[in-house]
């Protein structure tokens, strides 16, 4: 992005880099909105500010702020009281395991700093104070994080908003997965676009304030406020009652959705079936008894499930676990394996896409991922079919629920039994988590799972948590991909990127392996490689170049610039190499990496880990 200098009146400028950063100038000093990794301090002197006085940030992300060590050691930092632990206190968060394994809050997110800052002044919802000429007003507006506020900065007779990731441009937001979190009746886990309501309540406070002008972190100027926030309402609305007319969640919790009941366009839930003789059922597990009681076991919950399931061996109810297969790799399916198979010394089987992650979970970063690390006996390949009993099974890659998903169609006689892990319900399709990766595109994510179900024809349905068999019409199928071929028009309107996957899929550029364990010590090599993985959801290829920042203990700095073509609709990568220092202690090491992406400039994206024993 080209950079650029926005004077609104005497006293106030924007600088429009990677971000918007508000300048207000007073003689030869200035108070900054917002930070940025520090390059608008190259733009100060031309404008012959020589000295920065006063940060204030709108949230803790660390676009906002991460060229705080090229600031003079006497500048005052603000930010919102609420976001301040997440600016001062971040060694707490990348400590705590609940901020790595089992991830089912996302408030707050990976986006903390790799290392704490000082905050000198906390803001309180509604304080004001003055600076130089201006008067600067805080406001609370949540939804892009918890604690995101607002600036109303009055100088010159303007009054103009630094809102912050708040709203990107009119009728638009920065991304779609931030917005992730949990209500009245769930948690973030369940809680797509549950930030809508408290976002559009903060920016309506915003334009009761009457600015003449939105200024947004990322984004494009605003000079029709109340035209750019409503319009972003209606659209979030329209998203979000397409996402309801088919969610997998009115199944789980109806109350959630009591005001949708009965809308036009939403798809009536499904009545239950039967189920099959053959079949028991357990936790999140799905059990196929062979004729001779053999026992095929989809999924294990935990150790107290694998319990329960040697508890029915011991009672004759069945014989013996033959085989394991595992749907995906959330922790609530897939930890209880190792102690089934210490007892059984039975085979497990999944899609190779979940084979990568289960059998190498310290190499990834994905919500729910469980610790536990499961040697998977034998990967299948799409289509594979194979013979168990009186049972025909055929192993599909369902990216449905999660794109590291698995399908499992198994016939006997007249019937055709498809085992879709979490991925649909009676009421719809289970994507109430965009941490998930569920990806929006013919032939992609849940519209691929649904044209497979068109195909397989199957005669009952099985979902892990829920208890009867169910089925979807023909009908039903195509009113389904109707609705993601429109959400994916609808989402991409509310995104800037030139596709809506880019705004939900929080991992489309990340690192692998995530973490990676180095052992220090004398004669030790110490080359640390990692690769920065891009899913280019564009209809172009697109130039990703990278570079590792490298920790203050380490001597801080960064590493070359690294580039690669990422193809169109295929993922990529870029490799990256660093050394760890011989003085470096003991210790868990964040490595942010800065991005360039396309015409993106995106500062410390994402991160590796690296742990010195």
Known sequence: MAESIVKLSQHLSVWRGHI??????????????????????????????????????????????????????????????????????????????????????????????????????????????????????????????????????????????????????????????????????????????????ALIAGLNRVKEAKPSILVPSHGNLMRDPAKAIGLLAERLDRCYDKYVAISALRYYFPKMFEAYDGRPGHMPIRKGKEVPACLRHLDTTWMIVSKDKAAFVIDVCSPNTAKNIQKMVEKG???????????????????????????????????????????????????????????VDHPTKDGETWQWHEFKMTAYHFPGQTLYHSGLLVEQGDLRMLFVGDSYTMSGIDDYCAHNRNWLGKGLGF??????????????????????????????????????????????????????????????????????????????????????????????????????????????????WSKATIKPKADGEVKLSLRVPATAKPGRYIVPVDVRYGTWDLPQFTEAIVVVT
């Open 20 to 197: 918007n950063v508000g300048i207000i100038r007073d003689g030869e000093k200035a108070l900054l909105v917002e930070l940025g990794d520090g390059s608008v301090l190259a733009a100060l002197k031309e404008m012959g500010i020589k000295a920065v006085d006063t940060v204030v940030l709108s949230h803790h992300h660390r676009d906002q702020v991460c060229g705080f060590a090229l600031l003079d050691k006497g500048v005052r930092i603000g930010a919102p009281e609420a976001e301040v632990p997440n600016l001062a206190k971040v060694d707490a968060y990348w400590a705590d395991r609940k901020s790595r394994w089992g991830l089912t809050d996302f408030h707050p997110f990976r986006h903390v700093l790799a290392e704490p800052i000082r905050v000198d002044k906390a803001y309180r919802d509604g304080e004001s104070f003055a600076w130089g000429p201006a008067k600067i007003a805080m406001l609370a507006t949540p939804g892009h994080t918890d604690g995101s506020a607002s600036y109303i900065v009055e100088v010159d007779g303007l009054r103009a908003a630094f809102v912050g990731d708040a709203i990107y441009d009119e009728g638009q937001v920065y991304d779609i997965h931030s917005m992730q979190k949990g209500g009245k009746f769930v948690g973030d886990y369940h809680g797509f676009l549950g930030t809508r309501e």
């Open 317 to 375: 109810d069945i014989r013996w676990v033959e085989a394991i297969w595992i749907t995906h790799y959330h922790y609530d399916h897939m930890e209880g394996i190792p102690d089934l198979v210490k007892v059984y010394n039975c085979p497990v089987m999944t899609d190779s896409h979940v084979a990568d992650v289960v059998s190498n979970p310290l190499g990834w970063r994905l919500t729910c991922l469980s610790p536990v690390q499961v040697k």
């Open 447 to 560: 519209d691929y799972c649904l044209e497979l179900t068109r195909k397989l024809k199957p005669t009952h349905i099985f979902n892990e948590h829920v208890d009867p068999a169910f089925d979807f019409t023909g009908e039903e199928i195509a009113f389904m991909r109707a609705n993601l071929a429109e959400r994916e028009k609808l989402f991409g309107e509310l995104v800037p990127w030139d596709h809506a996957n880019y705004g939900m899929d929080e991992q489309w550029c990340r690192c692998f392996p995530y973490e990676q364990k180095f052992g220090g010590g004398p004669g030790i090599h110490r080359g640390v490689f990692f690769r920065v993985v891009f899913t280019n959801h564009s209809a172009e290829a697109r130039e990703a170049s990278c570079r590792a920042v490298l920790p203050s203990a380490w001597g801080g700095g960064t590493t070359d």
